[in-house]
Nanobody, 122 residues
Framework: QVQLVESGGDLVQAGGSLRLSCAVS????????MGWYRQAPGKQRELVGT???????TYVDSVKGRFTISRDNVKNTVYLQMNSLKPEDTGLYYC????????????????WGQGTQVNVSS
């Protein structure tokens, strides 16, 4: 069974930085496409970005140039580095492991972590 454990959420002032981590077990991490989602109060969960098994990344427009996703296939961990944080980045951030095993693939079906809270004050 796939398990994902996020950490690193905190309260930070606007303009600050945070790095979220997600430790993954129960799957062959090196071939698992990963993603970060977030959910702000009263809003639907949205995809922040993805990283393929070979390290290619995609980002939602609102975080491009500020957020960076990376992965360590030795530590079975995926990271979300968040810089120049804005109050609108506030939310519960979820790590996601996709079930696709096709190179470059993304099925939209997978496993979720419990989330870590990020609060950005103005």
């Amino acid at each position: 069974q796939v398990q994902l454990v996020e950490s690193g959420g905190d309260l930070v002032q606007a303009g600050g930085s945070l790095r979220l981590s997600c430790a993954v077990s129960g799957t062959t991490f090196s071939i698992t496409p990963m993603g970060w989602y977030r959910q702000a109060p009263g809003k639907q969960r949205e995809l922040v970005g993805t990283i393929s098994s070979d390290g290619r990344t995609t980002y939602v427009d609102s975080v491009k140039g500020r957020f960076t996703i990376s992965r360590d296939n030795v530590k079975n961990t995926v990271y979300l580095q968040m810089n120049s944080l804005k109050p609108e980045d506030t939310g519960l951030y979820y790590c996601y492991a996709d079930r696709s095993r096709r190179p470059g693939g993304w099925s939209g079906s997978g496993s979720w972590g419990q989330g870590t809270q990020v609060n950005v004050s103005s």
